[in-house]
């Protein structure tokens, strides 16, 4: 099981590489999920991709297989973008397309901002620059609390997904990999988000950024989307109907089209 170490634990990653024998050499893509997702989120994702750059997903830390940390762990954005580079340096990619949905989005462009030389392109799913409200931790904890984990997931399913966006497999398979998420991950990685504002250096991320952002997010409106494109100096926005915040899932083989395109021509 490869694993990045970290003076705070092991992060679990896997790393795809079925690039067609011949190609002139590409950057690698890292992904990075969100809360209450897994890397299998990405795994539509890959068909589209996996001729022309080897490909690199990861559990965040406090999840699945990699660290779960105990009470005193200090959560922190910079703690996240560590994670990261740990990853990206554990599997062999020194500068790479990074690509971030929700929390890993707003991770995504805090990396940018502290490794430029690094990243090749961004890719920002259904997250933002802007953080979380305390009424919005207080509303999960009070879901977590009255109803644990299960009750949250399932609530939290109506805000990712309209009913006809998935086949019940599908949505058997998000809800299991949501419902397997501790309560108190759930609740730190949110906490991170609280304050958190990159809108005055965003300038500085000169890579050519690609931003896909649903319709119906209740977490992110359009117009905060559209605010992060204004301040970025190089940024191309999608916004995708008939989608919630669970638009990286959902809509797999359509976002993987339009990174594909985008690193075609900008990549």
Avoid at 148 to 176: I, M, N, P, T, Y
Avoid at 238 to 260: D, E, W
Wanted: aromatic share 8%.
């Amino acid at each position: 099981m490869p694993l990045a170490t970290t003076r705070q634990g092991g992060l679990h990653y896997e790393a795809i590489d079925q690039v067609t024998s011949g190609r002139a050499p590409r950057e690698p893509i890292l992904f990075h999920h969100g809360i209450g997702a897994s890397a299998g989120i990405w795994t539509g994702w890959f068909p589209a991709l996996a001729d022309a750059h080897q490909l690199v997903s990861f559990d965040m830390r406090g999840y699945g297989r990699s660290n779960i940390p105990a009470a005193d762990f200090k959560w922190s954005l910079e703690q996240m973008v560590e994670d990261l580079f740990a990853v990206a340096d554990a599997a062999g990619l020194r500068r790479f397309h990074l690509v971030g949905e929700s929390i890993g989005g707003t991770v995504a462009l805090a990396a940018a901002l502290a490794e430029p030389q690094r990243i090749a392109t961004l890719t920002v799913s259904n997250g933002a620059h802007l953080g979380a409200s305390i009424q919005r931790v207080e509303a999960w904890r009070r879901q977590l609390d009255e109803g644990g984990v299960k009750a949250w997931s399932d609530a939290f399913l109506r805000d990712r997904f309209h009913d006809d966006a998935l086949s019940s497999e599908q949505r058997a398979w998000f809800a299991a990999q949501q419902e397997k998420w501790p309560q108190e991950s759930i609740l730190n990685a949110l906490r991170v988000l609280i304050g958190t504002d990159l809108s005055s250096r965003l300038n500085a991320i000169t890579q050519p950024t690609l931003l896909l952002h649903p319709d119906g997010s209740p977490f992110i409106p359009v117009p905060v989307m559209a605010e992060l494109h204004r301040l970025l100096p190089d940024a191309e926005l999608n916004v995708i109907g008939h989608s919630r915040h669970g638009l990286p899932y959902s809509h797999a083989t359509f976002c993987a089209s339009l990174l594909r395109a985008f690193l075609d021509r900008r990549g």
